[in-house]
């Protein structure tokens, strides 16, 4: 059964750095497109970055992380990981990883098959 452990969430000042991690097991995951999404109470959860398999080699960014975020895959590890700089406080949320049904990113929230817990990324001063 598949299972993913987002982890790497934390405190940070404006204009720092996190990284986080996005680890599987039970699956190959470079057959699949991976995706990152965050979540703030209230709200819907937003589509962040998404990384295609290592074969396709495109990377997808929300416009308002644009620049600053960078999504990155290891294979060797089945590890996603989402490089996170220059935060804002408008980057607070849990951020979820989830792994599309096919190869490609998808358009569509739908086609996320397998979600992780979350884990909290908190930007103040």
């Known amino acids: 059964q598949e299972h993913f452990v987002e982890s790497g969430g934390g405190l940070v000042q404006p204009g720092g750095s996190l990284r986080l991690s996005c680890t599987t097991s039970?699956?190959?995951?470079?057959?699949?497109?991976v995706g990152w999404f965050r979540q703030t109470p209230g709200n819907k959860r937003e589509g962040v970055s998404c990384?295609?398999?290592?074969?396709?080699?495109?990377?997808h960014y929300a416009d308002s992380v644009m620049g600053r975020f960078t999504v990155s895959r290891d294979n060797a590890k089945d590890t996603i990981y989402l490089q996170m700089n220059d935060l804002k406080p408008e980057d607070t949320a849990v951020y979820y990883c989830?792994?599309?049904?096919?190869?490609?990113?998808?358009?569509?929230?739908?086609?996320?098959?397998?979600w992780g817990q979350g884990t909290q990324v908190t930007v103040s001063a």
């Open positions: 039970g699956v190959l995951l470079d057959y699949y497109a």
């Open positions: 990384i295609t398999t290592s074969t396709i080699g495109r990377t």
């Open positions: 989830a792994r599309a049904v096919q190869a490609s990113c998808p358009s569509s929230r739908d086609f996320y098959a397998y």
